[in-house]
């Protein structure tokens, strides 16, 4: 039985909106620094042309995932348990794809464009890529279809998901209640995500739940001593739309075409910042080397306090 | 509401938003007052990078650091924020007392002036040696 489910994002849009100059508003008076004309414009651009993109491709997924339903395990209702199954279920694929975004160099191409912005704001949700690969979203969900959640709860649940990220972009909302720190990803969270710094680097992957995160090791809170600094290890600092799209895919030919042989798949399927040569580094090994160097930092501090100790003695 | 009314809609609201933020100040940075702010900067900006001097353009939207021996920190102002790029001595096209021009390919134009007051000798030698 197929009911009809409102459409959600005719309702964001304008929610968004209202909510983007409320944070100029709050931005005017406390951080200035967390908005560029510039930025926004390129964002807002980003965000349109994947909208669209995804519309153009939405058809060919719906066809992929309607005979995918030929072949489902179970036939599900619209019980509430359902819904609560599909929204957790979904998040965890969510997580799933996310974490892969990260960490597999041709899906990071697509991905990081949404991570390329070097300010962190409500506009930076719906600066996301128009490549196809995003499009793909939608097929990483077809386990939830295959499982036998109907079509229709996995698109609307697959919608709110994306929709209960925007709020998370934010710099506006500093920590939230205990209990939603602790259950559901927040700003707070998501700020170490987008950030650069090495110790926040590949953390907090999770959508609507932080818990994937506690569960699988990729969790980490965010220090107040060690605020976040976002964009890309290499930042990008252009604010050119075809730039910010294609750039990654440029890189990643380029590397492959200058590959020897057997490591020309190793420039896709490997994380991003792999090399065989050894000149680049990927967010481990900048981790590895940040980590070396607090050691010695801290070495050579307490060797100094020890001298210090021995002089005053 | 069809597709092309939605696509106006969008662009008027994007418009609307640019302007808002425009009009609002949004976008602000600080200049990079000195040396330890742009050393700062730099290792901000390149995880690791030790910088040990530093000179900042006369408008203090850029500076280079040096970091060691032919290692170099250059610093530009992007939007609000500040791009970092490691760069080596032998980019270095010309070096004078108040000018240094290098080639940068991260750049439009292939190539970044940065205008100085004024470059020590101390620095200009360190340049020299490290571009030999």
Not at chain 1, 82 to 98: E, G, N, Q, T
Not at chain 1, 176 to 189: D, L, M, N, Q
Not at chain 2, 23 to 45: K, M, Q, T, Y
Not at chain 2, 50 to 64: K, N
Request: with cysteine.
């Amino acid at each position: 039985m197929a009911i009809n489910l409102p459409d959600l994002v005719s309702f964001a849009i304008p929610a968004f909106i209202i909510l983007i100059c409320a944070e100029m508003i709050w931005a005017q008076r406390y951080s200035k620094s967390s908005y560029h004309p510039d930025d926004l414009i390129v964002s807002m651009l980003l965000g349109m042309t994947a909208f669209f993109a995804g519309l153009f491709f939405a058809g060919k997924v719906h066809s992929i995932s309607s005979f995918a339903m030929y072949f489902r395990l179970l036939n599900l209702s619209y019980a509430w348990w359902v819904w609560a199954l599909c929204i957790i279920a979904d998040d965890f694929l969510h997580y799933a794809l996310h974490r892969v975004s990260h960490r597999v160099r041709f899906l990071w191409a697509s991905h990081v464009v949404h991570h390329s912005s070097q300010h962190f704001n409500l506009v930076v949700g719906l600066r996301q890529s128009a490549s196809i690969v995003f499009a793909s979203a939608l097929i990483f969900r077809l386990p939830l279809v295959l499982i036998g959640f109907p079509l229709e709860m996995v698109v609307f649940v697959i919608t709110g998901n994306q929709i209960y990220q925007f709020w998370t972009h934010s710099d506006a909302v500093r920590q939230c209640p205990r209990w939603i720190e602790f259950a559901f990803c927040t700003p707070s969270h998501h700020r170490v995500h987008h950030a650069v710094n090495p110790e926040y680097l590949d953390r907090n992957y999770g959508g609507v739940f932080i818990i994937w995160d506690r569960i699988f090791g990729t969790f980490h809170p965010e220090d107040d001593e060690n605020p976040p600094r976002y964009g890309l290890v290499q930042q990008l600092g252009r604010f050119n739309i075809l730039v910010c799209i294609f750039h990654e895919w440029a890189a990643m030919l380029a590397d492959i075409w200058r590959a020897p042989w057997r490591y020309k798949s190793a420039y896709i399927f490997a994380p991003p910042g792999w090399c065989h040569d050894g000149s680049r580094e990927t967010s481990d090994q900048i981790k590895e080397r940040w980590q070396g160097y607090q050691r010695r930092a801290g070495q050579k501090s307490q060797a100094m306090e020890k001298i210090d100790d021995e002089r005053s003695a | 509401m069809t597709t092309s009314t939605k696509i106006v809609i969008l662009v008027l609201a994007i418009l609307f938003m640019y302007n808002f933020a425009r009009r609002f100040g949004l976008g602000h940075v600080s200049p990079i007052v000195n040396a330890d702010d742009a050393i700062r900067i730099a290792a901000e900006g390149l995880s690791g990078f030790d910088g040990t001097e530093a000179i900042v353009d006369r408008s203090g939207g850029s500076a280079l650091v040096r970091g060691g021996v032919d290692n170099y920190a250059y610093i530009r102002r992007h939007g609000a924020h500040y791009v970092v790029r490691q760069i080596c001595a032998t980019t270095i096209i010309q070096c004078d007392d108040n000018r240094i021009v290098f080639r940068h390919q991260d750049l439009p134009s292939g190539a970044a002036t940065l205008e100085f007051s004024h470059i020590t000798e101390t620095w200009l030698a360190q340049a020299a040696a490290d571009k030999n």
